[in-house]
């Protein structure tokens, strides 16, 4: 009878959940990230082992969106901010960073026999203009009045 029903997968739910629980608490949301799913766009020279974890705290993580079928957000690696992408399905585990007993590991296989309805949006690539102006002159802001 569970065969009948087409269900979403359960962990973009038990993800947001448990990340307004850590954040509500004090403490430091972690992701441990499968970094071989297609779709995923992140700084790869931080991947260790096919994997990379990244801090997804309200402070650290900024405009981060979490859909059904992907994680973004926009953070600073080694002082430089760059968007990063997550399909939901190479999330691995949501963890503290103050304690591994507070933990969410999720089922790998959860995502096997899962087509999503909608394909999530591929992660929007900025054209590169050699000639790129600042958004204003480089002057300065007061004016002398006499």
């Known amino acids: 009878m569970a065969d009948d029903f087409n269900v979403s997968p359960t962990r973009p739910y038990m993800l947001r959940a448990f990340y307004e629980w850590l954040e509500d608490n004090l403490l430091t949301p972690y992701l441990l990230v499968d970094a071989t799913q297609e779709g995923l766009d992140v700084p790869t020279q931080y991947v260790q ?50 304690s ?25 690539k900025k054209p590169v203009s050699a000639a790129t102006e600042p958004k204003r002159k480089n002057t300065a802001g007061l004016k002398v009045l006499k």
């Open 100 to 124: 591994p007993k507070f933990a969410l590991p999720f089922d790998p296989s959860e995502y096997d026999d899962y087509t999503p309805t909608d394909k999530p949006p591929s992660p929007a």
């Open 49 to 98: 082992d096919g994997k990379i974890t990244l801090s997804i705290a309200s402070r650290s993580a900024v405009n981060m969106t979490m859909s059904n079928d992907y994680i973004h957000f926009t953070a600073r690696f080694s002082g430089v901010s760059r968007e990063v992408w997550i399909p939901m399905a190479a999330v691995m585990v949501i963890f503290a960073k103050e």
